[in-house]
């Protein structure tokens, strides 16, 4: 085999990138990440995660696993690329982790920048896509979805942030302490803290093949992380259930007013329009509370392993 035979501890980069749809992709992906980290003159392994995709992806990694620096996990099933995500950073040896994503938009020549940045004191470099190469619809979605995020999350989110970067041995250790099992890699990286830098990078057009995120995909991603990662629906239900309620009461003084005016209304008309006002704000109210205890006890209850490795090219 070719490259160097790197024992555990011996690492110092370790670039991770989950693999869906991309059989043709993956020999350009190695080639290009060697050709940026080698001049370097550090040791580095590739960590290569086939979330079980459907094409010739697998063979593809087995390929390049000739290669001794180059590492192939396949998982059980398609879990999604932030679980595959995961399943490399837990592989990863390296004192650097880079994360990227495989379809070569996020370019390996933008790993050098990103290191000389971190080396300012940095323990995380994200890589900040300037011009975008994706369709105006896409990006139209992704703003929206981060201005949604930043608001219920009440964290500012960056759209022109995705998974590339760099980052310190300390921070992905974090992130995997992090085990629940909703995952999404950027939001998780920004919640465990420490200091980070950003770098501008150019984003490149999708090279083959179209995203795997298609509009069903991304709306239930971006359920399950707002779900995930902030209790600001369920207390935003609590303010709405308080405000109905405190109509039916302003509607009891307004009608009180009526009266006392002369008006008249038809009998038994006001009572039951305000109790049922009434009684759904309420209602509403105490399901918000409910929701927010139970919401807390199923993140802790869910225990189930958050990805499953099938076959490595580890022999």
């Not at 950073?89 to 982790?97: D, S, V, Y």
């Not at 896409?138 to 759209?159: A, I, N």
């Amino acid at each position: 085999m070719e490259g160097n035979n790197t024992q555990a501890g011996e690492v110092y980069f370790s670039i991770v990138s989950p693999v869906y749809r991309a059989d043709t992709l993956v020999a350009q992906l190695v080639s290009r990440i060697k050709a940026a980290v080698e001049p370097l003159g550090r040791s580095f392994e590739i960590i290569l995660v086939d979330d079980r995709s459907p094409d010739n992806s697998w063979e593809a990694i087995l390929e390049q696993t000739k290669d001794e620096r180059v590492r192939g996990f396949r998982l059980s099933r398609n879990f999604g690329q932030h679980r595959a995500i995961t399943a490399g950073l837990e592989q990863a040896r390296g004192e650097w982790i880079i994360v990227m994503d495989c379809d070569l938009q996020d370019q390996p020549e933008e790993i050098p920048g990103l290191y000389q940045e971190a080396l300012k004191g940095y323990d995380l470099v994200f890589a900040r896509r300037v011009e975008r190469q994706d369709s105006w619809l896409k990006r139209l979605g992704s703003r929206t979805f981060y201005q949604v995020l930043s608001y219920l999350t009440e964290t500012k989110q960056d759209p022109a942030i995705a998974n590339f970067g760099i980052y310190h041995r300390k921070v992905i250790d974090a992130v995997l302490s992090m085990r629940e099992s909703i995952r999404y890699f950027p939001t998780m990286v920004r919640w465990v803290g420490f200091r980070s830098g950003g770098l501008a990078v150019e984003h490149a057009e999708r090279s083959e093949g179209t995203s795997s995120y298609n509009l069903r995909r991304l709306i239930n991603l971006a359920l399950d992380i707002i779900l995930a990662y902030s209790d600001k629906p369920l207390r935003l239900t609590v303010k709405l259930g308080l405000a109905i309620s405190a109509a039916a009461f302003g509607f009891v003084l307004i009608t009180l007013a009526r009266y006392l005016l002369g008006h008249s209304w038809e009998p038994g008309y006001i009572s039951l329009i305000v109790s049922i006002w009434f009684f759904a704000g309420l209602l509403l109210s105490v399901l918000g509370v409910v929701g927010l205890y139970i919401g807390k006890t199923f993140e802790q209850a869910k225990n189930r392993p958050i990805f499953l490795i099938d076959t490595t090219s580890i022999s």
